[in-house]
């Protein structure tokens, strides 16, 4: 809630809540969705952002009417516009054989970020929370427990994951799993040569000294490897979405991917990749039509195929 004061208080701040109309705050919403840009990125604000800054004011509001200052909360009135739904910047197959090929001149720590967030599909800020005592090595198991979150005032600290159903728990493959360990040895071994300059914590991404790793630092580091080895960078959360794309074009039906994304609702995993589900609907389609080839048949054949070699039919 501080951070979104940081928009409303300068645009609504000043005025008494009983002189804030309607028309302000659809100005307000408006404007910071033609105007407004993430101070980090420099991209345009996003509708759900718009709509977390109108919760945030309609809030005040209902509180207010609560205490009977108010009769209406004139957010009601409030219409959020919708955006064009843009693509996801996803890295291609090819980009990520590129990727890969060259890992091994990387240190471990960004190997097995990189890896791992594919493989896994999980938040930046879960990757960054995951501890050693999360890694069950004995069934190959991840569980995802809490999140790394950083804010100027509070620099880094550790928070709640960001739904109920973002507590998860995800199998991961031998490749996975034997960089954990390797990775795990190497650690160790670092914090025995820093001695008493280690911080000693339980995190599997930390800085130098043991600390909690900076949100930021992942990100700056593959917008560097990818001009490193020639592949253009997309974003940190382009490795999320490449593990959900590479799900959805496997086949894993709906409920199974929002359930290994962390998805709160359904809904959430049809609005951002439905193309992707249509494509493959595409392809059931497809499916369908080559497995009932028989059909299209003239009426001689199928029945000479059906009396010469009973369902093997299907097959063709």
């Given at each position: 809630m501080?951070?979104l004061?940081?928009?409303?208080y300068p645009?609504?701040?000043?005025?008494?809540?009983?002189?804030?109309?309607?028309?302000?705050i659809?100005?307000f919403?408006?404007?910071?969705?033609?105007n407004?840009?993430?101070?980090?990125?420099?991209?345009?604000?996003?509708?759900?952002?718009?709509?977390?800054?109108?919760?945030?004011i309609?809030d005040?509001?209902?509180?207010?009417?609560?205490?009977g200052?108010?009769?209406?909360?004139?957010?009601?009135?409030?219409?959020?516009?919708?955006?064009?739904?843009?693509?996801?910047?996803?890295?291609?197959?090819?980009?990520?054989?590129?990727l890969?090929?060259?890992?091994?001149?990387?240190?471990?720590?960004?190997?097995?970020?990189?890896?791992?967030a594919?493989?896994s599909?999980?938040?930046?800020?879960?990757?960054?929370?995951?501890?050693?005592?999360?890694?069950?090595?004995?069934n190959?198991?991840?569980h995802?427990?809490?999140?790394?979150?950083?804010?100027?005032?509070k620099?880094?600290?550790?928070?709640?994951?960001?739904?109920?159903?973002?507590?998860?728990?995800?199998k991961?493959?031998?490749?996975?799993?034997?960089?954990?360990?390797?990775?795990?040895?190497?650690?160790?071994?670092?914090?025995?040569?820093?001695?008493?300059?280690?911080?000693?914590?339980?995190?599997?991404?930390?800085?130098?000294?043991?600390?909690?790793?900076?949100?930021?630092?992942?990100?700056?580091?593959?917008?560097?490897?990818?001009g490193r080895?020639?592949?253009?960078?997309?974003?940190?959360?382009?490795?999320?979405?490449?593990?959900?794309?590479?799900l959805?074009?496997?086949?894993?039906?709906?409920?199974?991917?929002?359930?290994?994304?962390?998805?709160?609702?359904?809904g959430?995993?049809?609005n951002?990749?439905?193309?992707?589900?249509?494509?493959?609907?595409?392809?059931?389609?497809?499916?369908?039509?080559?497995?009932?080839?028989?059909?299209?048949?003239?009426?001689?054949?199928?029945?000479?195929?059906?009396?010469?070699?009973g369902?093997?039919?299907?097959?063709?």
């Open positions: 501080k951070q004061t940081k928009r409303v645009a609504l701040g000043h005025k008494r809540i009983d002189k804030i109309t309607a028309r302000d659809q100005r919403i408006t404007d910071m969705m033609i407004g840009r993430n101070e980090t990125t420099g991209k345009p604000l996003s509708r759900k952002t718009a709509v977390h800054h109108l919760s945030f309609s005040v509001f209902t509180y207010a009417i609560r205490m200052m108010l009769s209406d909360n004139p957010c009601r009135r409030v219409f959020v516009p919708k955006q064009e739904q843009l693509e996801k910047e996803i890295f291609t197959l090819d980009e990520v054989r590129t890969f090929a060259n890992l091994e001149n990387e240190p471990m720590k960004y190997q097995l970020y990189l890896m791992l594919i493989y599909g999980f938040r930046r800020s879960e990757m960054l929370g995951l501890e050693w005592k999360d890694i069950d090595f004995e190959d198991l991840i995802v427990r809490r999140t790394s979150q950083y804010t100027a005032e620099g880094i600290y550790t928070d709640t994951t960001k739904t109920r159903s973002s507590k998860r728990v995800s991961m493959p031998g490749i996975i799993m034997d960089l954990l360990r390797r990775f795990r040895t190497e650690q160790t071994i670092e914090a025995r040569r820093l001695g008493t300059k280690w911080v000693e914590n339980d995190r599997l991404f930390t800085k130098w000294n043991g600390e909690p790793m900076n949100p930021q630092t992942p990100f700056e580091w593959l917008k560097g490897y990818c080895v020639g592949v253009p960078f997309k974003n940190i959360h382009s490795l999320r979405h490449l593990h959900a794309s590479l959805i074009f496997e086949g894993v039906d709906v409920v199974a991917v929002s359930a290994d994304m962390g998805h709160s609702v359904l959430t995993t049809l951002l990749y439905s193309h992707m589900f249509q494509e493959t609907r595409a392809r059931n389609c497809e499916a369908i039509t080559n497995a009932l080839k028989f059909a299209h048949q003239p009426a001689e054949c199928v029945k000479y195929d059906v009396q010469n070699r369902g093997e039919q299907f097959g063709t």
